[in-house]
């Protein structure tokens, strides 16, 4: 039996590829580093609303975690129970539940989507946050525009074509970006759509988008979405959310059978299920993120509550945030094992960037404002250098470069499998199955 003490990272994203490729072979002898992640592959949420608008395949927003590391070891699995007082974790992995101890356990599990904020989000919203909600938004957004083609019913084709996003931060404005250049490419491919078929609407119940970065670059987004034709409502707070509407605060209905959800977390299960002192959903640490009052445990990225000592205030969930921070974390946990003093995380925020459509982007660099392509090259350029391994870099660049020369791909991947070839179509929005319609009518919108 091993004589080797684990230190375990909970949780493959950002703030967990960071840690690990920070401490992979750095560890004194007698310790073994352990990742154990729900998925195989890290996620680069960022760009997710870039494979929602199929700028972008979703396999190059992803990159495998067995990529990144050289002594490190990989499980994948999900843990869901850890007990801090045995020094214990029980992950449910493909082969079954296994419980490991460690010495040292550093949490980096993110946070979920949050579904419960507006009545009806759950049942009628589609929320992105991970490349499954990517691909799944791509496809209905696809069905929808085919299924345009065959009906005749002017109501139902414009209720179709319309997309509604919800939530004006990052991730809601880069969506309506995307998807408006998106329709604006394919479109040709559909030739019974009409251009004002698709439209694209983005409610945000702030007073201007993009609270996340300077005044001057939040407007600069508002007018290049409203420049490419999309419908930007500021002050709108979605109330509810149907299958063919959504209610606004001042009673107002906008017609729409996909509404985009990109508000709201709430905090993973697992933060529930353990004892540690949590505030706002998030587990409060310590200044060099070990968690406060639990020997052994170390927290960071957005399941954290992190004071950031430079301004005293508590760290944004962002993925620079998580980056740092995870390179704190490492410091720290290898001053610990040597038996030196640890530091308090303290970072300068280096700016921020949104890409917000093809090539169109706007950055916030050291206090300086970038936007349009200057803004989106910083963007790609700044997550290529994100990729493990020099191969995947390369041919990722050779993919981006391709899809910025040619059309947007529509293939609608369905994952259909042999024997479910025969069984009966799932149910379209509003379809009406078998009833006769005249595709002639459905031609004048050509
Ligand atoms: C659509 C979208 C757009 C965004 N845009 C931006 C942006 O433009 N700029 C920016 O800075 N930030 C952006 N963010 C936020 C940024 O992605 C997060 O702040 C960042 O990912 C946090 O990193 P993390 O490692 O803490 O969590 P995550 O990256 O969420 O990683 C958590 C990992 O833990 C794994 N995990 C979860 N639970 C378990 C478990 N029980 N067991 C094992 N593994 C588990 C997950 O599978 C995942 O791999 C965006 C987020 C989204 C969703």
């Known amino acids: 039996m091993s004589t080797e003490?684990?230190?375990?990272?909970?949780?493959?994203?950002?703030?967990g590829t960071t840690l690990v490729r920070e401490?992979?072979?750095?560890?004194?002898?007698?310790?073994?580093?352990?990742?154990?992640?729900?998925?195989?592959?890290?996620?680069?949420?960022?760009?997710?609303?870039?494979?929602?608008?199929?700028?972008?395949?979703?396999?190059?927003?992803?990159?495998?975690?067995?990529?990144?590391?050289?002594?490190?070891?990989?499980?994948?699995?999900?843990?869901?129970?850890?007990?801090?007082a045995r020094r214990t974790l029980t992950a449910s992995t493909l082969a079954g539940d296994i419980t490991f101890a460690y010495e040292h356990l550093?949490?980096?599990?993110?946070?979920?989507?949050?579904?419960?904020?507006?009545?009806?989000?759950?049942?009628h919203a589609l929320p992105l946050k991970t490349v499954g909600d990517a691909m799944h938004i791509r496809n209905t957004v696809l069905r929808r525009v085919a299924q345009i083609e065959l009906e005749t019913d002017v109501d139902l084709r414009r209720r179709l074509g319309h997309f509604v996003i919800v939530g004006g931060g990052f991730s809601g404005v880069e969506t309506a970006g995307e998807l408006i250049d998106c329709l604006a490419s394919i479109r040709r491919y559909y030739r019974r759509v009409a251009a004002d078929e698709l439209r694209v609407t983005l409610l945000h119940d702030g007073p201007r988008l993009l609270p996340e970065l300077s005044e001057r670059l939040g407007v600069a987004a508002h007018r290049s979405l409203a420049a490419r034709g999309v419908e930007v409502r500021v002050s709108a707070r979605a109330t509810f959310v149907g299958d063919k509407a959504v209610v606004l605060g001042d009673g107002s209905r906008v017609a729409t059978s996909t509404v985009i959800c990109t508000i709201g977390t709430r905090p993973n299960a697992l933060v529930e299920r353990m004892t540690v002192p949590v505030e706002r959903g998030r587990i409060v640490v310590n200044p060099d993120l070990s968690v406060r009052d639990t020997p052994g445990l170390w927290a960071l990225g957005d399941c954290a509550l992190v004071v950031n000592a430079r301004d005293g205030k508590f760290a944004p969930p962002t993925a620079q945030f998580a980056v740092r921070e995870a390179r704190h974390a490492a410091a720290c946990l290898l001053a610990t094992l040597e038996g030196s003093p640890t530091r308090a995380f303290d970072y300068k925020a280096r700016g921020s960037m949104a890409a917000i459509g093809h090539r169109k982007g706007v950055a916030d660099v050291f206090g300086f404002p970038v936007t349009g392509l200057p803004a989106w090259l910083l963007w790609r350029a700044y997550y290529l250098s994100q990729m493990p391994t020099l191969g995947r870099k390369l041919r990722i660049f050779v993919e981006w470069t391709w899809g910025m020369f040619f059309p947007t791909d529509i293939t609608h991947l369905r994952f259909t499998r042999s024997h479910e070839l025969d069984a009966p179509p799932a149910p379209q929005a509003d379809a009406v199955s078998g009833a006769p319609r005249d595709i002639s009518i459905v031609a004048r919108a050509a």
């Open 106 to 123: 550093l949490l980096a599990f993110g946070n979920r989507a949050r579904l419960d904020l507006i009545p009806g989000l759950l049942e």
């Open 5 to 15: 003490k684990n230190i375990v990272i909970v949780g493959g994203g950002f703030a």
């Open 23 to 84: 401490l992979d072979g750095k560890l004194p002898p007698g310790y073994r580093l352990l990742l154990i992640s729900e998925e195989s592959h890290t996620t680069f949420n960022p760009m997710l609303p870039e494979a929602v608008g199929a700028s972008i395949f979703p396999e190059q927003v992803v990159a495998p975690i067995r990529e990144m590391i050289t002594k490190a070891h990989f499980i994948m699995g999900r843990v869901n129970q850890v007990d801090p």
